[in-house]
Structure formats: C-alpha cells, structure tokens
C-alpha cells in the first residue's frame, strides 16, 4: 500500500525559511516521479513543484521559481520541499503526491504552512 | 500557461440523480486530464486519469468523456458519499493546472 507522510510544516514569519519532507512508502520510490500541490485555505488546489525519479527533471510554477527547491533522497525514501523567503501568500496546506502509474495518483495527508508575523 | 475553466461551480442534486461536472481547456491537451475529488478535511483523491480511465477501486458510477478543450465528469445514480469537491487537472504540459472545483451537495 502507498504511503506518503508529509512533515515539517508550521509557523513561520515572512521572509524566513522551511523545509518540509515527505516519506514515502509502499513502492520503489527511487522509480517515479514525485511532486507537491498546496491548497490555500478554503482555496483550491495549485501545482508547486515536480521531480523525476532521478532528479534529473524538475519543474516548478512561476510563484514559487527561485524561491523554492524540491529535491529527494532515494536512499531514505523521502522527498523535500525547501522554502525560502517565505510570504504570506505561500500560506496553505502542502500535499506531496506520487506519479506512479499516472499523475498525482497518491496524496498524503497534507502539512500546514502558515507564514506571519 | 494553459487555463481551465471548471463548471458549475456548485452543484445541488438528489440521491439516485446523474449529474455532470465539465472542463474546458485553452489549448488542446489531448486527453491528458484527471478528475480528483476531495472530501471535507480530507486529501484529494484521484478518479479519473487520460480523461476516460477509471481508476483502481473508484465506483463505476463514476465516468469521463471529452477530448480536445472540452471534458466532463459524470456520476451515475447519486450516493450520499459522492458529495465533495471535485477538481480537474491537466497533466499535458508544465506548468499543471487544476480547475477551480465544484462543491457537489445533496438536495
């Protein structure tokens, strides 16, 4: 069974950092690509960032390009989200999700980052 | 970047209804769309992927048609457990983009 266990999220004040992870389990992770999607709250779903099995492709949206960088540890099974320079605007539940048979087929739990003062 | 524009935005049914949810594209994506529905406090959770294939586990209630800029979910016979949001995706080029969702309630 997939499993994906995102951590790390919390309060933060703008313009600080945070690094989230997700731990993956259930399937030969190093294989496929993983990704992260936050949810504003009350909002809707917004694609952040997208990377390859092997970490040779990665993609990220306009909002967060130069800010933010996925990247994964195969060995431990876990992916990562740093975020820098952090604004308000980045506020909202953070969902990692696994492509492994298609897009986004499995979802975690969600980690919640709010920045404020 | 490619938009979506999801339709209603709400929706009110009956139990035992059909109802339909639709997506148009800007561009082309040439099936390269999933449904997602996500329930209260809960994540999203994958229906349909490449515009008509059900996935593993989900209802056969549930369905996709379209092609081209215009797609559409349908659900069959209403449950009391089909009332959520439902999001729409396209996975054809960077960057992805969801549709806003439609929020389906029971009549």
């Known amino acids: 069974e997939v499993q994906l266990v995102e951590s790390g999220g919390g309060l933060v004040q703008p313009g600080r950092s945070l690094k989230l992870s997700c731990l993956a389990s259930?399937?030969?992770?190093?294989?496929?690509?993983m990704n992260w999607i936050r949810q504003a709250p009350g909002k809707g779903l917004e694609w952040v960032a997208s990377?390859?099995?092997?970490?040779?492709?990665?993609y990220y949206a306009d909002t967060v390009k130069g800010r933010f960088t996925i990247s994964r540890d195969n060995a431990k099974n876990t992916l990562y989200l740093q975020m820098t320079s952090l604004r308000s605007e980045d506020t909202a539940l953070y969902y990692c999700?696994?492509?492994?048979?298609?897009?986004?087929?499995?979802w975690g739990q969600g980690v919640m980052v709010t920045v404020s003062s | 970047d490619i938009q979506m524009t999801q339709s209603p935005a709400s929706l009110s049914a009956s139990l035992g209804e059909t109802v339909s949810i639709e997506c148009l594209t800007s561009e082309d994506i040439y099936n390269n769309l999933a449904w997602y529905q996500q329930k209260p406090g809960k994540s999203p959770h994958l229906l349909i992927y490449?515009?008509?294939n059900l996935q593993d586990g989900v209802p056969s209630r549930f369905s996709g048609s379209g092609s081209g800029t215009q797609y559409s979910l349908k659900i069959n016979s209403l449950e009391s457990e089909d009332v959520a949001t439902y999001f729409c995706l396209q996975d054809s080029e960077y960057p992805y983009t969801f549709g806003a969702g439609t929020k389906l309630e029971l009549k």
């Open positions: 490449y515009a008509s």
């Open positions: 259930g399937f030969t992770f190093s294989n496929y690509g």
């Open positions: 999700a696994s492509t492994v048979a298609t897009e986004f087929d499995y």
């Open positions: 990377i390859s099995g092997s970490s040779s492709y990665i």
